[in-house]
Protein backbone atom coordinates (compact mmCIF):
# COMPACT_ATOMS: atom_id res chain seq x y z
CA UNK A 1 0.00 0.00 0.00
CA UNK A 2 2.89 2.46 0.82
CA UNK A 3 4.36 1.52 -3.03
CA UNK A 4 0.79 2.28 -4.47
CA UNK A 5 0.66 5.50 -2.48
CA UNK A 6 4.09 6.96 -3.50
CA UNK A 7 3.75 5.48 -6.63
CA UNK A 8 0.22 7.44 -7.24
CA UNK A 9 2.18 11.04 -5.70
CA UNK A 10 4.90 10.54 -8.21
CA UNK A 11 2.38 10.35 -10.89
CA UNK A 12 0.49 13.38 -9.60
CA UNK A 13 3.75 15.28 -9.97
CA UNK A 14 4.98 13.91 -12.89
CA UNK A 15 1.11 15.30 -14.45
CA UNK A 16 1.66 18.42 -12.87
CA UNK A 17 5.41 18.81 -14.44
CA UNK A 18 3.99 18.18 -17.82
CA UNK A 19 1.00 20.73 -16.97
CA UNK A 20 3.96 23.18 -16.19
CA UNK A 21 5.16 23.12 -19.40
CA UNK A 22 5.02 20.75 -23.15
CA UNK A 23 7.90 21.64 -25.11
CA UNK A 24 8.36 21.87 -29.03
CA UNK A 25 6.37 24.89 -30.07
CA UNK A 26 7.78 28.50 -31.57
CA UNK A 27 6.56 30.95 -28.37
CA UNK A 28 5.77 30.30 -24.32
CA UNK A 29 1.87 31.38 -23.57
CA UNK A 30 -0.19 30.83 -20.94
CA UNK A 31 -3.86 29.63 -20.90
CA UNK A 32 -6.54 31.84 -20.25
CA UNK A 33 -9.15 29.46 -20.26
CA UNK A 34 -9.36 25.95 -19.36
CA UNK A 35 -8.02 24.80 -22.30
CA UNK A 36 -9.67 22.17 -24.23
CA UNK A 37 -6.91 19.82 -26.11
CA UNK A 38 -7.76 17.95 -28.99
CA UNK A 39 -5.62 16.00 -31.86
CA UNK A 40 -6.43 16.34 -35.46
CA UNK A 41 -7.26 13.30 -37.85
CA UNK A 42 -7.59 14.74 -41.31
CA UNK A 43 -9.84 17.65 -41.31
CA UNK A 44 -11.56 16.87 -37.91
CA UNK A 45 -10.59 17.18 -34.28
CA UNK A 46 -11.10 14.78 -31.26
CA UNK A 47 -10.47 15.76 -27.96
CA UNK A 48 -7.82 14.42 -26.11
CA UNK A 49 -8.01 16.11 -22.61
CA UNK A 50 -8.53 19.26 -20.51
CA UNK A 51 -5.55 21.80 -19.04
CA UNK A 52 -5.59 23.77 -16.37
CA UNK A 53 -5.99 27.77 -16.90
CA UNK A 54 -2.73 29.41 -16.53
CA UNK A 55 -0.64 26.36 -17.85
CA UNK A 56 2.28 27.18 -19.80
CA UNK A 57 2.32 25.71 -22.89
CA UNK A 58 4.31 25.80 -26.16
CA UNK A 59 2.19 27.47 -29.18
CA UNK A 60 2.85 28.13 -32.68
CA UNK A 61 1.26 30.45 -34.78
CA UNK A 62 -0.44 27.85 -36.76
CA UNK A 63 -3.83 27.99 -37.02
CA UNK A 64 -6.76 25.39 -38.56
CA UNK A 65 -10.29 25.72 -38.81
CA UNK A 66 -11.83 22.00 -38.43
CA UNK A 67 -15.17 20.61 -40.08
CA UNK A 68 -16.18 18.70 -37.02
CA UNK A 69 -15.04 18.76 -33.70
CA UNK A 70 -15.94 15.30 -31.85
CA UNK A 71 -18.24 14.53 -34.86
CA UNK A 72 -20.32 17.81 -34.32
CA UNK A 73 -20.09 20.67 -37.50
CA UNK A 74 -18.01 23.30 -36.50
CA UNK A 75 -20.50 25.71 -37.34
CA UNK A 76 -19.08 28.47 -36.10
CA UNK A 77 -15.91 28.21 -38.00
CA UNK A 78 -14.15 28.34 -34.52
CA UNK A 79 -10.16 28.88 -35.45
CA UNK A 80 -7.73 26.48 -33.46
CA UNK A 81 -4.20 27.07 -32.72
CA UNK A 82 -1.45 24.00 -32.86
CA UNK A 83 0.19 23.90 -29.57
CA UNK A 84 2.65 20.97 -28.10
CA UNK A 85 1.29 19.05 -25.31
CA UNK A 86 3.12 16.05 -23.53
CA UNK A 87 5.15 16.00 -26.70
CA UNK A 88 2.38 15.79 -29.09
CA UNK A 89 1.11 17.94 -31.89
CA UNK A 90 -2.21 19.44 -30.64
CA UNK A 91 -4.85 21.51 -30.65
CA UNK A 92 -6.83 24.49 -28.64
CA UNK A 93 -8.95 27.38 -29.07
CA UNK A 94 -7.22 30.31 -30.71
CA UNK A 95 -9.32 32.58 -28.36
CA UNK A 96 -7.86 30.71 -25.32
CA UNK A 97 -4.44 31.61 -25.48
CA UNK A 98 -2.82 34.40 -23.25
CA UNK A 99 0.02 35.17 -25.83
CA UNK A 100 1.67 36.72 -22.82
CA UNK A 101 4.64 35.64 -19.83
CA UNK A 102 2.76 36.90 -17.35
CA UNK A 103 2.30 35.77 -13.60
CA UNK A 104 0.30 32.67 -12.95
CA UNK A 105 -1.96 33.13 -9.06
CA UNK A 106 -3.97 31.99 -7.29
CA UNK A 107 -6.61 33.70 -5.21
CA UNK A 108 -6.16 33.08 -1.72
CA UNK A 109 -9.47 34.07 -0.53
CA UNK A 110 -12.74 35.28 -1.89
CA UNK A 111 -11.70 38.21 -3.21
CA UNK A 112 -13.47 41.81 -5.13
CA UNK A 113 -12.61 42.03 -9.06
CA UNK A 114 -12.76 46.06 -10.24
CA UNK A 115 -13.41 46.76 -13.67
CA UNK A 116 -11.14 49.67 -13.58
CA UNK A 117 -8.95 51.30 -11.12
CA UNK A 118 -11.09 52.54 -8.56
CA UNK A 119 -12.66 51.28 -5.83
CA UNK A 120 -16.29 52.13 -6.64
CA UNK A 121 -16.47 50.24 -9.61
CA UNK A 122 -16.39 46.60 -7.86
CA UNK A 123 -17.80 43.19 -9.78
CA UNK A 124 -21.09 41.99 -8.33
CA UNK A 125 -19.66 38.90 -7.30
CA UNK A 126 -16.17 38.02 -5.88
CA UNK A 127 -13.80 35.47 -7.59
CA UNK A 128 -13.77 32.65 -5.48
CA UNK A 129 -10.92 31.17 -3.67
CA UNK A 130 -8.34 28.40 -5.76
CA UNK A 131 -9.65 30.29 -8.65
CA UNK A 132 -6.25 30.69 -11.07
CA UNK A 133 -5.68 33.81 -12.44
CA UNK A 134 -2.98 35.39 -15.01
CA UNK A 135 -1.58 39.18 -14.76
CA UNK A 136 -1.02 40.30 -18.00
CA UNK A 137 0.64 43.21 -16.77
CA UNK A 138 3.02 42.95 -13.59
CA UNK A 139 3.13 46.45 -12.96
CA UNK A 140 0.23 46.15 -12.15
CA UNK A 141 -2.16 49.53 -12.39
CA UNK A 142 -0.22 52.70 -12.60
CA UNK A 143 -2.39 54.64 -10.21
CA UNK A 144 -3.04 52.14 -7.61
CA UNK A 145 0.50 49.85 -7.32
CA UNK A 146 -2.04 47.63 -5.52
CA UNK A 147 -3.88 46.51 -8.31
CA UNK A 148 -2.96 43.67 -10.38
CA UNK A 149 -4.64 43.51 -14.12
CA UNK A 150 -5.68 39.80 -14.41
CA UNK A 151 -7.89 37.80 -16.72
CA UNK A 152 -9.88 34.55 -15.98
CA UNK A 153 -12.38 32.04 -17.26
CA UNK A 154 -15.93 32.85 -15.46
CA UNK A 155 -16.71 28.82 -15.92
CA UNK A 156 -20.74 30.13 -15.38
CA UNK A 157 -20.76 31.87 -18.82
CA UNK A 158 -19.74 29.43 -21.46
CA UNK A 159 -16.14 30.51 -22.93
CA UNK A 160 -16.08 34.10 -21.31
CA UNK A 161 -12.78 35.03 -19.83
CA UNK A 162 -12.73 38.36 -18.09
CA UNK A 163 -9.92 41.12 -17.59
CA UNK A 164 -10.63 43.11 -14.33
CA UNK A 165 -8.47 44.35 -11.69
CA UNK A 166 -7.39 42.63 -8.20
CA UNK A 167 -5.77 43.48 -4.96
CA UNK A 168 -2.08 42.10 -5.11
CA UNK A 169 -2.40 40.93 -1.36
CA UNK A 170 -5.61 38.50 -2.39
CA UNK A 171 -3.32 36.40 -4.76
CA UNK A 172 -0.84 34.06 -3.76
CA UNK A 173 1.83 33.14 -6.83
CA UNK A 174 3.19 30.42 -4.67
CA UNK A 175 3.83 27.42 -6.78
CA UNK A 176 2.74 25.20 -3.94
CA UNK A 177 -0.47 27.08 -3.88
CA UNK A 178 -0.96 26.39 -7.43
CA UNK A 179 -0.09 22.82 -6.71
CA UNK A 180 -2.29 22.75 -4.10
CA UNK A 181 -5.49 24.01 -6.37
CA UNK A 182 -4.62 21.72 -8.99
CA UNK A 183 -4.34 18.56 -6.45
CA UNK A 184 -7.85 19.48 -4.84
CA UNK A 185 -9.17 20.36 -8.79
CA UNK A 186 -8.19 16.49 -9.49
CA UNK A 187 -9.83 15.13 -6.30
CA UNK A 188 -12.45 16.73 -7.05
CA UNK A 189 -13.24 15.47 -10.81
CA UNK A 190 -12.94 11.67 -9.58
CA UNK A 191 -15.87 9.51 -8.28
CA UNK A 192 -16.20 9.00 -4.73
CA UNK A 193 -17.35 5.64 -4.33
CA UNK A 194 -14.91 4.46 -6.96
CA UNK A 195 -11.85 6.39 -6.26
CA UNK A 196 -12.44 7.39 -2.50
CA UNK A 197 -8.78 6.35 -1.72
CA UNK A 198 -7.33 8.32 -4.48
CA UNK A 199 -9.19 11.29 -3.74
CA UNK A 200 -8.14 11.46 0.49
CA UNK A 201 -4.43 10.96 -0.69
CA UNK A 202 -4.87 14.11 -3.27
CA UNK A 203 -6.02 16.34 -0.95
CA UNK A 204 -3.99 15.22 1.76
CA UNK A 205 -0.81 16.12 -0.49
CA UNK A 206 -2.63 18.98 -1.23
CA UNK A 207 -3.10 20.26 2.62
CA UNK A 208 0.61 19.33 2.83
CA UNK A 209 1.59 21.36 0.16
CA UNK A 210 -0.99 24.65 0.89
CA UNK A 211 1.44 27.77 2.00
CA UNK A 212 -2.33 30.64 2.04
CA UNK A 213 -4.60 29.79 5.24
CA UNK A 214 -7.20 30.48 2.58
CA UNK A 215 -5.64 27.83 0.08
CA UNK A 216 -5.65 25.38 2.81
CA UNK A 217 -9.43 26.53 4.06
CA UNK A 218 -10.31 25.76 0.35
CA UNK A 219 -8.90 22.32 -0.11
CA UNK A 220 -10.38 21.75 3.72
CA UNK A 221 -13.86 22.85 2.11
CA UNK A 222 -13.32 20.41 -0.93
CA UNK A 223 -13.21 17.44 1.03
CA UNK A 224 -16.10 18.12 2.87
CA UNK A 225 -18.36 18.84 -0.08
CA UNK A 226 -16.90 15.65 -1.96
CA UNK A 227 -16.85 13.40 1.28
CA UNK A 228 -19.40 15.05 3.43
CA UNK A 229 -18.13 16.84 6.50
CA UNK A 230 -15.78 15.19 9.58
CA UNK A 231 -18.20 14.44 12.32
CA UNK A 232 -16.40 11.58 13.71
CA UNK A 233 -15.98 13.65 17.00
CA UNK A 234 -19.42 15.37 17.17
CA UNK A 235 -21.44 15.52 20.17
CA UNK A 236 -23.76 12.38 20.39
CA UNK A 237 -26.86 11.64 22.44
CA UNK A 238 -28.23 8.48 23.99
CA UNK A 239 -30.88 6.78 21.55
CA UNK A 240 -33.03 3.12 21.90
CA UNK A 241 -34.45 2.12 19.20
CA UNK A 242 -34.28 -1.16 17.32
CA UNK A 243 -33.93 -1.87 13.29
CA UNK A 244 -33.12 -3.24 10.00
CA UNK A 245 -30.60 -1.97 7.02
CA UNK A 246 -32.75 -0.80 4.45
CA UNK A 247 -30.07 -0.64 1.39
CA UNK A 248 -32.09 -2.05 -1.69
CA UNK A 249 -29.87 -5.29 -1.75
CA UNK A 250 -26.32 -3.57 -1.15
CA UNK A 251 -23.75 -3.91 1.88
CA UNK A 252 -23.60 -1.21 4.14
CA UNK A 253 -20.59 -0.22 5.61
CA UNK A 254 -20.32 0.11 9.76
CA UNK A 255 -17.56 2.30 10.82
CA UNK A 256 -15.65 2.89 13.80
CA UNK A 257 -17.09 6.58 14.07
CA UNK A 258 -19.12 8.38 12.57
CA UNK A 259 -18.51 10.01 9.53
CA UNK A 260 -17.34 8.27 5.53
CA UNK A 261 -13.25 8.88 6.31
CA UNK A 262 -13.71 6.94 9.52
CA UNK A 263 -12.21 3.41 9.15
CA UNK A 264 -14.70 0.11 8.43
CA UNK A 265 -15.59 -1.97 10.99
CA UNK A 266 -17.36 -4.53 9.11
CA UNK A 267 -20.66 -5.05 6.83
CA UNK A 268 -23.89 -5.56 7.32
CA UNK A 269 -26.01 -7.15 4.87
CA UNK A 270 -29.07 -6.03 3.53
CA UNK A 271 -32.08 -7.14 6.16
CA UNK A 272 -29.78 -7.38 9.18
CA UNK A 273 -31.24 -6.55 12.29
CA UNK A 274 -29.52 -4.43 14.85
CA UNK A 275 -29.85 -2.09 18.46
CA UNK A 276 -29.31 1.47 18.37
CA UNK A 277 -28.01 2.85 21.04
CA UNK A 278 -26.14 6.38 20.33
CA UNK A 279 -26.73 9.01 17.16
CA UNK A 280 -24.94 11.68 16.64
CA UNK A 281 -27.01 15.44 17.34
CA UNK A 282 -26.01 16.55 14.08
CA UNK A 283 -26.73 15.68 10.38
CA UNK A 284 -24.30 14.55 7.98
CA UNK A 285 -24.43 15.09 4.32
CA UNK A 286 -23.10 11.40 2.49
CA UNK A 287 -23.98 11.97 -1.52
CA UNK A 288 -27.62 13.43 -1.73
CA UNK A 289 -28.75 11.94 1.40
CA UNK A 290 -28.47 13.84 4.48
CA UNK A 291 -29.61 12.02 7.97
CA UNK A 292 -27.63 11.39 11.29
CA UNK A 293 -25.71 8.90 12.42
CA UNK A 294 -26.06 5.89 14.71
CA UNK A 295 -24.30 3.45 17.13
CA UNK A 296 -25.18 -0.03 16.47
CA UNK A 297 -25.03 -3.61 17.59
CA UNK A 298 -25.57 -6.80 16.09
CA UNK A 299 -26.77 -9.74 18.21
CA UNK A 300 -25.16 -13.20 18.27
CA UNK A 301 -21.40 -14.75 18.50
CA UNK A 302 -20.19 -12.57 15.27
CA UNK A 303 -21.50 -9.30 16.11
CA UNK A 304 -20.65 -5.86 14.67
CA UNK A 305 -20.49 -2.83 16.84
CA UNK A 306 -19.92 0.44 14.88
CA UNK A 307 -22.02 3.35 13.49
CA UNK A 308 -23.74 3.30 10.24
CA UNK A 309 -25.35 6.25 8.31
CA UNK A 310 -29.46 6.68 9.24
CA UNK A 311 -29.96 6.56 5.39
CA UNK A 312 -29.37 3.13 5.18
CA UNK A 313 -31.35 2.21 7.98
CA UNK A 314 -35.11 1.52 9.57
CA UNK A 315 -35.90 1.65 12.86
CA UNK A 316 -39.01 -0.64 14.24
Known sequence: MKMKKIILISSIFAAIASLAFAGGGET??????????????????????????GTKIDATYSTFVPAKINNSENKWETEYTKIYYEGEECYTPSSFIAYSSGTVYVVK?????????????????????????????????????????????????????????????????????????ILTNAAAQKDVKSSKEQILLLLSEAQSVARSSGISEFVEATKAKILGEDISNSPVESFSASGVISSDGSNVNVREKPGTSSKIAGKLTDGAHFMATEKTTKKDKVGKEEDYWYHITTPGEDSIDGWIFGSSAKFE
Request: glycine letters at 8%.
Open 109 to 181: NDAPAFTTGTIASIEAKCVPVGTVVISLDNDGYSTYPGLVKVIFYDAKIFGRTRSVFMLRDDLSESDDDYTAV
Open 28 to 53: ACMLRNPGWVYTREGNDLKYKTTIDV
